[in-house]
T-cell receptor, first 114, second 112 residues
């Protein structure tokens, strides 16, 4: 069974530039999550989708971050414009259902903003 | 007060030792609880779910104490390969919503 795919794996941009990350969840998984993990901290949930609807985006900085999952499968996360403090690993995860179910994580995208 | 709090460690213990760490959570209505393991520069992976009655998987035992609002993870006969960061995860949502919070993690280092 293929795991969660993410691209790119690494990205370096200058502040005020834009960047987009892509995630393809495990086939059949209805729930998709985007997390931000800053070095030395645990992952922070940015947004959670159930199919193509948003379940929780309370911690998404909506002035600069956006995410979509148009057909209920792939998802993209965009940052526009980037700030230095956005340097982190962006993790995508999926689960069969929402709530108390195992999440499978992709390898992450390591973003450096200079 | 953080919603989910863990002792960051590091815990440095000899191979074969027993080690335990706790994770406290702020919302008494939290629904589900998990322990994830994260190796350096890798993604988190589920170690075990935490059930109300407690559960055991080989050398690992997880417990939930709802009265004191904490979960625990016990590792017996620790191996070098157990060295990792252990993340506590709490779903603080109710039956109609989901609010997933990760702790900051506890670093464990097993020495030969």
């Amino acid at each position: 069974e293929a795991g969660v795919a993410q691209s790119p794996r690494y990205k370096i941009i200058e502040k005020r530039q834009s960047v987009a990350f892509w995630c393809n969840p495990i086939s059949g998984h209805a729930t998709l999550y985007w997390y931000q993990q800053i070095l030395g901290q645990g992952p922070k949930l940015l947004i959670q989708f159930q199919n193509n609807g948003v379940v929780d985006d309370s911690q998404l900085p909506k002035d600069r971050f956006s995410a979509e999952r148009l057909k209920g499968v792939d998802s993209t996360l965009k940052i526009q414009p980037a700030k230095l403090e956005d340097s982190a690993v962006y993790l995508c995860a999926s689960s069969f259902m929402t709530g108390g179910h195992e999440q499978y994580f992709g390898p992450g995208t390591r973003l450096t903003v200079t | 007060r953080k919603e989910v709090e863990q002792d960051p460690g590091p815990f440095n213990v000899p191979e074969g030792a027993t080690v335990a760490f706790n994770c406290t959570y702020s919302n008494s209505a939290s629904q589900s609880f998990f322990w994830y393991r994260q190796d350096c520069r890798k993604e988190p992976k589920l170690l075990m779910s935490v059930y109300s009655s407690g559960n055991e998987d080989g050398r690992f035992t997880a417990q939930l104490n709802r009265a004191s609002q904490y979960i625990s993870l016990l590792i017996r006969d620790s191996k070098l390969s157990d060295s990792a960061t252990y993340l506590c995860v709490v779903n603080m949502g109710d039956s109609s919503a989901s609010k997933i919070i990760f702790g900051s993690g506890t670093r464990l280092s097993i020495r030969p």
